[in-house]
């Protein structure tokens, strides 16, 4: 646009300034109230302080029909008709001001001798944002020069008295300059730290409004391609927004990995470094995963989470894991939390996991095939029937896909110690293989949380091997069995008196009582059917004795024992027969040797 072109107002022009109905843009309005039919483009855009701005502003209202170009000069002695200029007062920051001459004589000339002095002007800057909730000013010609105090008070309208003050010289009071206390008293408020601060928070507003209304969704398709890239999977998320609370944070929903969508997460919080946004690489603080379901290879996956970040140009700083649940076959861990700790390098270095009441603790350790693990409980309760309690456990093994290898597992257990390792595995089919130690372990504490309805006392040492084949890992424990040998030290048997038996004549069957001893040892197989107790040695002082017990699917009892005991001139052997059940065992003796 030339910068010397002279624009007017149409006739649609001058009726959209009266009327204030056909613009609704304020610098529209500015720059067409300013068109006067002696301003050049240059002067427009200079009085408008933007010329990229103006010449906008020019071309859309000469679009619009409502200026044209003047074929006039420009006329510098012109001046602004007065009809316009209550416009300019209202939407212009800079008015003018007329400041009287010092009217004493000078050089001793008399005041009939003295030129009339001239006006001089100089320029006002009010704030701009202060006239647009004042009313419009009046058209009325401006009073006379020498208006005296009455005539200004008696007019109400704010324009009469900006002029008014402009008539008088400067720093005389006046009644006008008290009537304009207010407009002067909020110009000076409006000072630049005013101005900055409010610049300031106008800013935050439009930042805070941006980030909530941004249409966000148009970048899924990218953040789906880098989420892919980073776990080697596909991607799909079903929502992307922003949110304020608890803080500021981009909000994915629905997102699920794979085409099985073995790894799923409700809703993942990202907090970046906004800056970074705008940039080649994004840096997140910090991720959070709410409600996350892993089955199968989804926890593999979740191991190559960063590994490709540098290719989807993503720095992930850490990941923050609630409401996990992971199931491994068909069984199921949940109300799981923990985190990610990530590398420099983006990808994670170990995996922190604790269970809900925070009785177990896991650090997973990626690895080409899996993760390496380490557990620490206490007091924690195995998910297993019948379920025990390890007042402390210490786990070491390695994850992989389909395989749990226990290496370690040592722990401290109703008062006793127990140390082994395990393998377990669910891939075509569930197994497990585990050998245990138990060190001075208290039996009674541990039968009944076997869930036995036998009873004993005695400190239990033993070594067992455990082994199930089953369709599912869930039916491993009704498959098990065991092979064990025991010994039981300075306890009893409950529910047995061997010696009472031994010492009665005739058939008749002995219930109740016990049977104390310094040693007792054996070994123990068990099935899904039932559990043979073989090789019973048990002895105290000059009492032993040797035998073996069933106990059925139904905890019916049956075996035998032979009963010595040692006196100072003979010795008495009984055998004796064992029935009834678990909780009414019955001794009846045989035929004495």
Known sequence: MDKNTVFVKTKEGEEAVRQRTRLVQRNLRNILI??????????????????????????????SSLIAESSKPFDPDATQPLEDFGDLVEDLPVLTRQIEPDPSPANGATPDSQPIPQPVFEEIELPAPEYESLPPPSRTAPPPEHATQQTVASDSGWFERIKARLAHKAGEPTSAQVDLEPIGRRTKDLTWPVRALLAILGAAVLSALTLVLYPYGRHLPDIERGASAMLQDSVKIGDLGFSFLPRPHLALRGVKVGKDAHLTVATVRAMPDFL??????????????????????????????????????????????????????????????????????????????????????????????????????????????????????????????????LSKIEGRAYDGQVEGRAAIEWAGGASLTSNLDFRHMNATKLLAALGSDLSAEGELTARLRLEAKADKLVNLTDALRTDASFELKRGAVKGFDLGEAARRTGSAPTRGGETKFEQMTGTLQCTPKDCRLGNLRLSSGLFKSSGYLVIAGNAQLSGGADVELRGSAATHRMPLTISGTAKDPLLTPGRPR
């Open 276 to 405: 970074t946004l705008m940039g080649g690489k994004k840096v997140f603080h910090e991720l959070e995963f709410e409600r996350v379901s892993i089955k199968g290879p989804g926890l593999g996956r979740l191991a190559l989470a960063g590994v490709g970040a540098d290719r989807a140009g993503v720095d992930i700083r850490h990941i923050a894991l609630r409401g996990l649940s992971v199931t491994i076959g068909d069984v199921l861990l949940d109300n799981l939390g923990g985190e990610v700790m990530m590398s420099a390098a983006g990808a994670p270095e170990k995996i922190l996991l604790h269970n809900a009441d925070n009785t177990l603790k896991m650090e997973l350790q990626p690895m080409a095939e899996g993760y390496r693990i380490t557990a620490i409980g206490s007091n924690w309760k195995t998910p297993f029937k019948p379920s025990l309690t390890l007042q402390l456990i210490d786990v070491n093994g390695e994850l992989r896909d389909g395989r749990l290898d």
């Open 34 to 63: 300013m068109v006067d039919g002696h301003a050049t483009v240059a002067d427009l855009a200079m009085r408008f302080g933007d010329e990229n701005a103006a010449q906008a502003a020019l071309a859309e209202l000469l679009a």
